[in-house]
């Protein structure tokens, strides 16, 4: 975790140590992101931005690659929010 002006930063990349090609097997280029939190207002809110940008490799046309990630990606909020609301994180700060 890294931060910026101590807001707590995560980042992530492919490593390229995964598994040997195999035929007939797509491997996922590139799948960098990043989250950052920041406090909104007094500090009883979070701004969560998700940053991700990747290349599933292969002939899978960009439109699919899109389309999952449009949904995807509301999911992962969906999610977050859920687990930030359960009471073992009430007193986080």
Known sequence: ??????????RW???????E???GVIRVKV???TWLLEPIGDGTKTRAT???FTDPG???PTWIANKA???AIPD?????????KEPRYSDAR
């Open 21 to 23: 090609p195999k035929d």
């Open 69 to 71: 990630n449009s949904s």
């Open 58 to 60: 292969g002939s899978l």
């Open 1 to 10: 975790m890294e931060g910026r002006q101590g807001l707590p930063k995560s």
């Open 50 to 52: 998700y940053y991700l």
């Open 13 to 19: 990349t492919v490593c390229d140590k995964g598994p």
């Open 76 to 84: 992962i909020f969906v999610a977050l929010r859920k687990y930030a």
């Open 31 to 33: 799948n960098d992101g």
